[in-house]
């Protein structure tokens, strides 16, 4: 991470049962990784080169993760890392900026990260 010089910090918050919807709890955090990949797509747009999209929690894409089983990610261009997975507290950050780092019944918020190095 020490590469990158600047980051955004995106949270998408979705109003669902947590405890009750297990289905619509996958898909919206499938929403928020496609809409992590979206940004990168705008910023490279906008010239940037140097960009790393993280997301909070596991990646979600498949409904057993390939790396669990030793095979390969059939979606290596999709996939992104986990922040905890760099060793970032996630719920540490968010309470130090003032944001939602709390578990809600009627609610999901992911967070995810968007780093980039200006050249």
Same mark, same amino acid.
């Given at each position: 991470?020490?590469?990158?010089?600047r980051g955004?910090l995106?949270?998408? /918050?979705k109003?669902?049962?947590?405890t009750?919807?297990e289905?619509?709890?996958?898909?919206?955090?499938v929403?928020f990784?496609?809409?992590?990949?979206?940004?990168?797509d705008?910023?490279?747009d906008q010239?940037?080169?140097?960009?790393?999209g993280?997301?909070a929690?596991?990646?979600?894409?498949?409904?057993d993760c390939?790396?669990?089983?030793?095979?390969?990610?059939?979606?290596?261009d999709?996939?992104r890392?986990?922040?905890? /997975?760099?060793?970032?507290n996630?719920?540490?950050?968010l309470?130090?900026l003032?944001?939602?780092?709390?578990?809600?019944?009627?609610?999901?918020?992911a /967070?995810?990260?968007?780093l980039?190095?200006?050249e």
């Amino acid at each position: 991470m020490k590469e990158f010089q600047r980051g955004v910090l995106v949270q998408y /918050s979705k109003t669902l049962d947590v405890t009750g919807d297990e289905k619509g709890l996958l898909q919206a955090m499938v929403e928020f990784h496609n809409m992590i990949l979206k940004f990168e797509d705008r910023m490279r747009d906008q010239g940037l080169k140097h960009i790393w999209g993280l997301i909070a929690g596991t990646c979600g894409l498949c409904d057993d993760c390939k790396a669990q089983t030793g095979e390969p990610c059939p979606y290596p261009d999709r996939a992104r890392n986990s922040m905890e /997975s760099l060793a970032v507290n996630v719920v540490v950050l968010l309470e130090k900026l003032g944001l939602d780092c709390e578990l809600h019944q009627d609610r999901v918020t992911a /967070s995810g990260f968007i780093l980039f190095r200006e050249e």
